[in-house]
């Protein structure tokens, strides 16, 4: 408390080659600090390359479960793919399934070790974990990625709180929206954060981007900037160079280009600076 230390993300990284330029411009020449690796996107190969060239860059695992290809070849986790080989759509009935079919968790079990085990091979240090479409507020997400992230390493994860207050300075006209997805989510975000806890396992105090994910726009980041209470937050992008429609993005209707240059604007470095805000890693959190 009485400090303002902010870890600045990218996720989807892998996922396509325009994310991962954008990932290693936003490194080089802006305040980007970290990334979550996408270990089955098609540019995972492409993504551990310009990491292992970027020393500044702290990369984590993005455990994808909804909206993407697996690890494991299709055969192996049949419950948990559609007839093209990808992870079916629709997160509530994933859920379900995840709850209360033991032949669907023996295959998650699987399928989350198994990008665990991708992300060991690339000789990376683990940074943090989180997942595609926060996928771990799913308590049976969670347990797995605990029990099993403690055998490679795991040490922080993502907390995907977005306080209201923040919320409601960013974005004031969306109030109703926002109070009531967040008395959805309280005691999903409780839980979580009790079972980290109990865990040791670390994680940030609050999430900035939920409700402007694919617009972080640079007006966008000033102003949540301005509102970054005293304590350890998270500021997450979806940056890419290009957002042509060949290219497999995961928001197509969102910003990317623009969340690139939010990254690298000369306003965004003055206002860490200004603020007194303290750039910190998932790693360095004590």
């Not at 408390?1 to 936003?26: C, H, K, Q, S, Y």
């Not at 379900?96 to 000789?123: D, K, S, Y």
């Not at 974005?171 to 999903?188: D, E, K, M, N, V």
Request: net charge positive.
């Amino acid at each position: 408390m009485g400090r303002r230390r902010l870890i600045v993300t990218a996720d989807d990284f892998g996922l396509a080659v325009p994310v991962n330029e954008a990932v290693e411009i936003a490194n080089r020449e802006g305040v980007l600090g970290g990334a979550s690796l996408m270990v089955s996107g098609a540019a995972a190969g492409d993504a551990v390359a310009r990491a292992r060239r970027l020393p500044r860059l702290r990369v984590g695992l993005h455990v994808a479960l909804v909206d993407a290809r697996p690890m494991l070849h299709p055969r192996r986790v049949p419950d948990l793919v559609d007839a093209h080989g990808r992870f079916r759509d629709g997160m509530f009935g994933a859920g379900v399934r995840f709850f209360f079919l033991p032949r669907v968790r023996r295959q998650l079990a699987a399928e989350i070790r198994a990008q665990f085990e991708a992300f060991r091979e690339t000789g990376l240090a683990l940074d943090h974990v989180n997942t595609h479409k926060h996928m771990h507020l799913h308590p049976t997400v969670l347990g797995l990625i605990l029990r099993i992230g403690r055998e490679y390493g795991l040490r922080a994860v993502r907390l995907p709180h977005e306080p209201l207050r923040g919320a409601r300075c960013v974005r004031p006209g969306r109030w109703a929206a926002q109070a009531g997805w967040a008395l959805f989510l309280a005691p999903w975000m409780a839980l979580l954060r009790r079972r980290l806890r109990r865990a040791g396992v670390r994680s940030n105090r609050f999430l900035f981007g939920l409700d402007t994910s694919g617009a972080m726009t640079e007006e966008t980041v000033l102003r949540i900037l301005h509102c970054l209470p005293e304590d350890v937050c998270e500021l997450y992008f979806h940056p890419a160079t290009d957002t042509a429609a060949d290219v497999a993005l995961p928001m197509p209707a969102a910003r990317h280009a623009a969340e690139l240059q939010s990254l690298i604007s000369p306003r965004v470095r003055a206002a860490f600076e200004s603020a007194g805000i303290e750039r910190v890693s998932f790693s360095e959190l004590v």
